[in-house]
């Protein structure tokens, strides 16, 4: 990936998280050994700086306010590496799709699936059963049935919703289990990140069946891509929250009431989640899903190629449909906020080659709603 494209997919997702560009940037940086943290940076040199300032007023209050926050962040960096970097603890704590969740992704891949091939592996998988069942019961498919009575037969419920349209609702209902329960403080993370999730995914279903390539692997790549975003989220969020916790109860303890009263007001910074999504997320999205070992679909390839960041030129066609789809959905919400210019949009599609005719149909195509037999 150029350097072009990673400052601009960084203000994507500082327009995304609200970041505000005067305020002080807490980025996550790796050195060769680890977490890159300054030697004198600690809570003693922090009330000492305060303590030499406090007479300074407001000045002397925010200097104070940045550097416990950027104390928090060193320890919060830090815990981050040593999580992150434990994909097996990631994938069962953070969240979990069960183990029969890949083969019914695989059996969805064939070219002639049956209803019960699809009843016996997705019978397996209990979460996914039971939100099946309650997708076929809602009005606009209950009344495909005569009866309209409750639906409490997966197999009826499958025969209900089409192969098609379970095609794009099961990998949908997959990525909704992985959400974060809360992105608070940022209230609109949430909702928008799986707008853009969404977006990426039909982008790439549509890009595939105007080249002649799979659009359930496309849909499945677009989509998948996000996981990445959701665990740095979740981890992000709970481990600045923990050492906050442990700082608040030090700070008490020691009847520090300034540094008590700076760390109440201090909460999660959107800059340096931005910079983890940079420095961690496609990376666990490729391991998360090398980790289900698909046997047909070849989402592991697409997935690694993003993390590597591999040049469009280098990449196979699958990659470069999703990277066309990131592009575009990308940049239209920065077109829309006007945090893009005409020149930089111009340099950013050359860089995926996306053709002209191809952006004119992603423009004439509906990317925040599924359209569902």
Known sequence: MSSMCQVLQQRFFDAMLEVNPQQTRFGVKRSKTGTELPADRTLLAVELQAQQDRQA???????????????LHDQVAEELFLKLGK????????????????????TLSAKA??????????????????????VANQPQYKKKISSGNYVKELKTALGMLGIESLQQMIPLLALKRCLPHSTDP??????????????I?????????????????????????????????????????????????????ARDTVLTD?????????SFLTSCFQEFSAIISADLVSKWQ?????????????AEGLSYQRATDLTRLVQQAEYF?????????????????????????????????????????????
Do not use: M
């Not at 994909?87 to 695989?106: K, Q, R, Y």
């Not at 940022?186 to 799986?194: A, D, E, L, P, Q």
């Not at 047909?296 to 697409?302: C, E, H, N």
């Open 186 to 199: 940022f209230t609109g993370f949430k909702s928008n990140i799986w707008d853009y999730s969404l977006s």
């Open 113 to 134: 699936v049956t209803l019960s091939q699809l009843e016996q592996c997705i019978s397996k998988v209990e979460w996914l059963k039971e939100d099946i069942l309650k």
């Open 329 to 373: 959905t990308q940049s239209q919400w920065l077109r829309k906020a006007k945090l893009l210019t005409e020149a930089e949009d111009q340099l950013w599609r050359e860089q995926v080659q996306l053709r002209t005719e191809y952006l004119q149909i992603l423009q004439n195509t509906r990317l925040d709603r599924l359209t569902l037999d």
């Open 87 to 106: 994909i097996d603890t990631v994938l069962n704590t953070v969240f979990s799709l069960a183990e029969g969740f890949p083969l019914v992704l695989d």
């Open 57 to 71: 007023g407001l000045v002397a209050k925010q200097q104070f306010l940045e550097f416990t926050q950027a104390h």
């Open 294 to 306: 698909l046997r047909r679909l070849p989402l592991g390839q697409i997935l690694d190629q993003l």
């Open 201 to 253: 995914a039909i982008a790439s279903q549509r890009l595939a069946q105007e080249g002649g390539h799979n659009p359930f692997v496309a849909f499945c790549a677009g989509l998948f891509q996000s996981l990445g975003y959701f665990v740095v989220t979740r981890t992000y969020l709970r481990t600045y929250a923990q050492i906050k916790q442990s700082a608040l109860l030090q700070a008490r303890d």
């Open 262 to 270: 700076a760390l109440d007001s201090l909460d999660a910074d959107a």
